[in-house]
């Protein structure tokens, strides 16, 4: 391990440590938020490489252009029912799929009537939003004036697409215990500078998010949730006028997510292409995904 990694590493779990002091107790979906977004630090923000060959996992957009042209087909046949659409990327990654879906799209009409005059990134991490900029800095001029990131959702109407390939699973969870008929909140805390488990109550607008789903679970059931997921489709959906909302990544249904054998939740970590189940590892150096 390079030693400005053990420093960005070290650094990391000082943050994370502090708000555990200063808090009496972290709640795991905002450990999870700092081991990957803390500012400069967490995976996707300390300038690691993380997509490919030589990170710890692999997209359907780095692999080559194949994903992205099948998807600007799509967005084609969209625009064409749209009065000036735009596309709206959310986690938009290396800004491969950007780069590759604006010159698919050019290359589809010569008059050029597919290509969306704006392309807008919504993205969390500096790091990576740094890195889209650069790989958009490769295009033409006239696809590369086109691309433009905002710092917060659109907030005037548009039509066009709203997409994203795997940010739904890079998203943080609240991970719950249902036992003795309740719901209870897993919190970090120390125990001698060793992170430990323990289980709270969860504040009343979380427990009825987890109770809306009206699950039925056997006594100490382990599994995850996204807080607040309503409300953030809804900011980003919010203005979109007509178009179409797409999402890509894994998943299960619900039946299968939150089946009585899979009692042990969904976290999975990647490093160096290997998948472990323990988020407490190499904490700042590995993926964590629900
Ligand atoms: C697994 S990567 C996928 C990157 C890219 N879409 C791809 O397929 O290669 C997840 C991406 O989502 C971003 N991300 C996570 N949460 C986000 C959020 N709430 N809003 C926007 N981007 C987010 C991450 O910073 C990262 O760019």
């Not at 700092?34 to 692999?63: C, N, R, W």
């Not at 909140?185 to 789903?213: G, M, T, Y």
């Not at 998943?251 to 160096?272: K, M, S």
Request: charged share 20%.
């Amino acid at each position: 391990m390079s030693d400005s990694l053990k420093q960005i590493q070290q650094s990391l779990w000082h943050h994370i440590t502090t708000a555990i002091k200063d808090n009496d107790g972290l709640p795991f979906v905002d450990f999870m938020r700092m081991a990957l977004y803390q500012p400069g630090l967490g995976y996707y923000s300390a300038g690691l490489k993380k997509f490919g060959q030589a990170g710890d996992f692999i997209t359907a957009v780095e692999l080559g252009s194949l994903f992205a042209q099948s998807m600007a087909r799509q967005f084609a046949d969209v625009f064409k029912q749209l009065q000036q659409p735009v596309i709206l990327e959310l986690g938009a990654g290396s800004g491969r799929f950007c780069a590759d879906v604006l010159t698919a799209l050019d290359g589809l009409s010569s008059s050029a009537q597919y290509l969306p005059e704006q392309y807008l990134i919504l993205e969390v991490s500096a790091d990576l939003r740094q890195q889209q900029q650069q790989q958009i800095q490769t295009l033409s001029d006239d696809l590369k004036r086109r691309v433009t990131w905002l710092d917060k959702f659109p907030d005037t109407e548009f039509n066009g697409v709203i997409f994203a390939n795997e940010v739904l699973d890079a998203i943080p969870v609240e991970v719950f215990q249902f036992k003795d008929n309740h719901y209870r909140r897993l919190i970090l805390n120390l125990d001698n500078d060793q992170l430990v488990e323990q289980w709270h109550d969860f504040p009343d607008e979380l427990l009825s998010q987890i109770k809306a789903r009206e699950l039925t679970l056997p006594d100490g059931y382990r599994s995850e949730f996204i807080p607040h997921l309503n409300e953030w489709m809804a900011g980003i959906t919010q203005y979109l006028n007509q178009g179409l909302v797409l999402f890509v990544d894994y998943g299960y249904g619900r039946d299968v997510e939150y089946h009585p054998e899979r009692n042990a939740g969904t976290l999975v970590c990647h490093q160096r292409h290997q998948a472990n189940f323990n988020p407490y590892h190499d904490v700042g150096a590995q993926d964590i995904n629900p």
